[in-house]
Every structure is written in structure tokens, then in C-alpha cells.
């Protein structure tokens, strides 16, 4: 266990629980978080219901832990009020209770939303410059630029891990693309908080995908190795799913269908 207690935000959620179990593995102690409830607490866990949005709750919330994985928060499309509490304000918590607690790493569940408005076959890398696909994309990029902050000042460094698509299969044509099995996300987080010098590092979160639109040279000293792929689920997702319409949005960028929803 390379840490003694680690956060995990956002227990109650699709990755929260996928990754709970894994992430024992990770840590002597698993404190696991969301505003929402959760499972009771079992050997070697803690269970604290908080709101991201409440500064007092987070800085306690982080109090006596030496990392943190960041489930929590608005993870779809959704009007401002609700990203600005959960992913603005709850991001800037988080980071303030790190840096007054002394947490010196972070795994950030950022989004290929940041770069939802690339095109579907274009390849972007860590220093492609962000195009977010909505107010959540939008969200995640400040989260990043957070992120990079408080390593600049403070030294906190954070693996902010575009996740593509991390469902059980992927749904879609899209997702043949982004998607990424739960046993390499959890690969990935096990590589960024083991990795010894990690900085601030942009990752792209998918399996290894024969058709991808990401490209993580820039990453590699995190020592990431995809070990699944979507390329098994192909077959199948092309005789369920229509033939696309090339004029749709939806089927032009990266994003999908995030690039057509809310108010923008
Ligand atoms: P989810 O929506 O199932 O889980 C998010 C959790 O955050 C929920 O349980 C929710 O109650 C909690 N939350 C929201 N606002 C909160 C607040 N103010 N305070 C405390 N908790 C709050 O989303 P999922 O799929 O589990 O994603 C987890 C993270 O990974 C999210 O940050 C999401 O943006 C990111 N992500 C997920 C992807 C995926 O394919 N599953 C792709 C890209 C990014
Ligand atoms: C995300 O950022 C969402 O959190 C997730 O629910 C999926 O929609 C994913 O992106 C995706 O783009 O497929």
C-alpha cells in the first residue's frame, strides 16, 4: 500500500463504485466521499456524506489523508449553477484543503469533453490546446488549470486523466474510440499515485483502442499500459447501432452528443 489513507470523491457514482474495491488494494485506509449516500463502510474504510461546494466539510474531509482520487462532482452536461458548486467551487476546495493538509498528490477524473470541439479522427496529445465541448467541459479545463496552480506554487502534483468513456462496454460507435474498461482506469490511477516524479501531467484516459484519437507520448512517465480493448465489443456495437449521419454534430467531434446540449 503505497499510502496510508487515500480519498476517493465521488463514491456513490458509476466509477466511484466500480473503483472502490479496486482501490483497497491502493491504500491502508479508504476514505470514500459524495454528497449522495453510499454503502456502509467496510474494513479498513471510512464513510463521510459531504457536499464538495462546502468549504468546511472539504477541509475537513481531507484532514489526515496523503492523496486523493476526484470522482466527485457534476459529470454530464447541466446548467451553471450546478457546475459552478460541484466542479468550480468543489475543485477549489479540494485543492485549498490539499495545500492547507499538506496532501501532496491527485488524481483529477478530468474529461475528453475538455476537447470535445476536435474532430473525430484528429489526434490531440497533452499540449493540444483545449476546445471544451460545453459548460462541464469547460469545468474540467479550469480543474486542470487548477491543478496546475497549485503545482507551480505548492507542489501538488495531479495526473489529470481525461477519462474517454468508462463504462462496462462501450454503447456506441463513438465509444469504440474513448472507451476504458475499469481494470485499466484502475491501472492508470495505480500508476498515478505510484509513478515517483508525476508533476502535473495530462493524461488520456482509454484502453488500448485500435481506433483512438488520443496520443499519450507526452504521459509516459506515468508508466500507464492499457491492457484491454474495445476492438473485442466492435462487431457488436456496429450491428445494434444505425449507420451514423456525417452531418451531425454528434458524429463530427469528439465530444458527441455534448457538443449539441444546454444553453451555449
Ligand atoms: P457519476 O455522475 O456517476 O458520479 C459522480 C458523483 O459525484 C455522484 O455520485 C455525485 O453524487 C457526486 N457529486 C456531484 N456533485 C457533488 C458535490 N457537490 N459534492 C459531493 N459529491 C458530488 O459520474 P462517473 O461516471 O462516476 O464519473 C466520475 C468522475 O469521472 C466525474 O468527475 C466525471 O466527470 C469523470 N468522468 C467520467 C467519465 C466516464 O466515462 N464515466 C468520462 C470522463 C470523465
Ligand atoms: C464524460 O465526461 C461523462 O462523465 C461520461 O458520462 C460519458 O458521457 C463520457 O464523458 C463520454 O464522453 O462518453
Known amino acids: 500500500a503505497s499510502h496510508h489513507t487515500l480519498l476517493m470523491t465521488g463514491a456513490a457514482g458509476g466509477l466511484g463504485q466500480a473503483m472502490r ?9 479508504l476514505r470514500v466521499s459524495d454528497v449522495s449516500p453510499m454503502a456502509p463502510a467496510q474494513a479498513d474504510e471510512e464513510v463521510v456524506q459531504a457536499d464538495l461546494a462546502d468549504a468546511a466539510a472539504v477541509n475537513a474531509l481531507v484532514a489526515g489523508c496523503q492523496a486523493i482520487v ?11 449553477a450546478p457546475i459552478l458548486q460541484s466542479n468550480i467551487m468543489g475543485a ?3 485543492y485549498e484543503a490539499a495545500r492547507i493538509h499538506g496532501v501532496k498528490r491527485v488524481v483529477f477524473a478530468s474529461s475528453n469533453h475538455v476537447m470535445g470541439f476536435y474532430r473525430q479522427g ?11 465541448d460545453g459548460l462541464y467541459g469547460l469545468s474540467k479545463a ?4 487548477l491543478a496546475r496552480l497549485y503545482f507551480d506554487r505548492y507542489g501538488i502534483e ?3 486523466v481525461r477519462i474517454g468513456s468508462s463504462f462496462p462496454e462501450p454503447k456506441d460507435r463513438r465509444m469504440l ?15 498515478c ?23 499519450n507520448r507526452l504521459a509516459r512517465h506515468i508508466g500507464y499500459r492499457p491492457q484491454d480493448s474495445s476492438d473485442v465489443f466492435r462487431d457488436a456495437v456496429y450491428a445494434r447501432t444505425p449507420e451514423p449521419d456525417l452531418n451531425d454534430p454528434a458524429v463530427q467531434f469528439q465530444g458527441g452528443g455534448f457538443v449539441k446540449i444546454g444553453p451555449l
Open 21 to 29: 474495491q479496486r482501490l483497497k488494494a491502493n491504500c491502508s485506509v
Open 70 to 80: 476526484h470522482f466527485g462532482g457534476v459529470s454530464t452536461e447541466q446548467p451553471w
Open 92 to 94: 477549489y476546495n479540494l
Open 122 to 132: 484528429e489526434v490531440v496529445d497533452a499540449l493540444s490546446p483545449p476546445r471544451p
Open 142 to 145: 479550469f480543474g486542470e488549470d
Open 158 to 160: 495531479t495526473a489529470c
Open 177 to 191: 474510440a474513448t472507451w476504458m474498461s475499469y481494470d485499466d482506469l484502475h491501472r492508470l490511477i495505480t500508476a
Open 193 to 215: 499515485l505510484t509513478t515517483p516524479v508525476l508533476g502535473h501531467s495530462i493524461i488520456y484516459g482509454t484502453s488500448d483502442n485500435s481506433v483512438s484519437w488520443y496520443d
